[in-house]
């Protein structure tokens, strides 16, 4: 059964500094992967999606993801951080078979200090 | 740009008691889909809906739970008997088509809190 692993809860950074948002997951076959942000009191937006196609996916806001097959790791980047960029971060993966159904990881929260 | 929009932002409401939590899909969108997150625990699957029927559900999504779609803008997700352990945020997507390269787009959720 597919799953994602996000491996730190939380994340502080210094606005300008780089970010690294780890996720690895796990599937039996190519998967299709997401990162969603949501920041307070707002909905679940997409940042980028991986299928196939190219394995660095560039995202909104200057986000961009990586596709390591051997790694089994999608892991979200940005070389600069913005204050705006403080949220939860979620990386996502779509279930095996024929289903619409999405499986989220618990989740990064990413504080950025000026 | 368009979005999926959600009513209430929150509720309350005492355990037993029925709540209907409204959703807008986006207006071409075909596909609709239910998620909740408990406080503190990840992101959960309930349902999807196509063409005027449930599509898949998860095991969470027992008898007490019912989708609709009453009119051409609406999608409901309503809970008939509230338990205390039904507290959480609930989610509304929707999508274009379906497939792995489909993006599902979420609503802001609606809070629910059973006291």
């Known amino acids: 059964a597919q799953s994602v692993t996000q491996l730190d809860s939380h994340v502080s950074v210094s606005e300008g500094t780089p970010v690294l948002l780890r996720c690895n997951y796990s599937s039996s076959y190519s998967p299709s992967l997401f990162w969603y942000v949501q920041h307070p009191n707002k909905g679940l937006q997409l940042l980028l999606k991986y299928t196939s196609a190219a394995t660095l996916v560039k995202g909104i806001n200057g986000f961009e993801a990586e596709f390591k097959k051997s790694e089994t790791s999608f892991h979200l980047t940005k070389p600069s951080a913005h204050m705006s960029d403080a949220a939860e971060y979620f990386c996502v993966v779509r279930s095996q078979g024929n289903t619409d159904k999405l499986i989220f990881g618990t989740g990064t929260r990413l504080q950025v200090f000026p | ?115």
């Open chain 2, 1 to 115: 740009e368009p979005e999926v929009t959600q009513t209430p932002s929150h509720q309350v409401t005492q355990m037993g008691q029925e709540v209907i939590l409204r959703c807008v899909p986006i207006s071409n969108h075909l596909y609709f889909y239910w998620y909740r997150q408990i406080l503190g625990q990840k992101v959960e699957f309930l349902v999807s809906f196509y063409n005027n029927e449930i599509s898949e559900k998860s095991e969470i999504f027992d008898d007490q739970f019912s989708v609709e779609r009453p009119d051409g803008s609406n999608f409901t997700l309503k809970i008939r008997s509230t338990k205390l352990e039904d507290s959480a945020m609930y989610f509304c997507a929707s999508s274009g088509d379906r497939g792995r390269s489909e993006t599902q787009y979420f609503g802001p959720g609606t809070r629910l809190l059973v006291l």
